[in-house]
């Protein structure tokens, strides 16, 4: 199973923002659970849990390295900014 994306779970709670998600919309567990146990009846080896997701699972791995890692630095530069307290607010 390709990793699903954001999901809807208690751990964007547990690290006092959404902004980990960054605007995606979150996958339900269920949607998730659903989609695993229906590729394991039909004995499929790889599922991608919705529509969305299908598109980046597949491209990901098709785009250049460094794009990718450009990408990840932006993404977990905007997570850390928004979990870092500022000057005047902690």
Same mark, same amino acid.
């Not at 999901?7 to 923002?17: C, M, N, W």
């Not at 394991?40 to 529509?51: A, L, S």
């Given at each position: 199973?390709?990793?699903p994306? #954001?999901? $809807?779970? #208690? %751990? %964007? ?7 980990a998600?960054? +605007?995606?919309?979150?996958? @339900?567990? $269920?949607?998730?659970v659903t989609?695993?146990?229906? =590729? %394991?009846? *039909?004995?499929?080896g790889?599922?991608?849990?919705? *529509? +969305? ?7 990901? #791995?098709?785009?250049? *390295? ?5 990408? +990840?630095?932006?993404? @977990? *530069?905007?997570? =850390?900014?928004?979990?870092t307290?500022?000057? +005047?607010?902690?």
């Amino acid at each position: 199973m390709s990793p699903p994306g #954001p999901v $809807e779970t #208690p %751990f %964007f709670d547990r690290i006092g923002t959404r902004q980990a998600a960054i +605007g995606a919309k979150l996958a @339900t567990p $269920e949607l998730v659970v659903t989609t695993a146990l229906r =590729a %394991f009846d *039909r004995d499929r080896g790889y599922v991608v849990p919705g *529509r +969305g997701s299908l598109g980046m699972a597949h491209l990901m #791995p098709r785009r250049p *390295r460094k794009l990718l890692a450009l990408i +990840g630095r932006r993404v @977990t *530069r905007q997570v =850390a900014d928004a979990l870092t307290p500022s000057p +005047g607010r902690g």
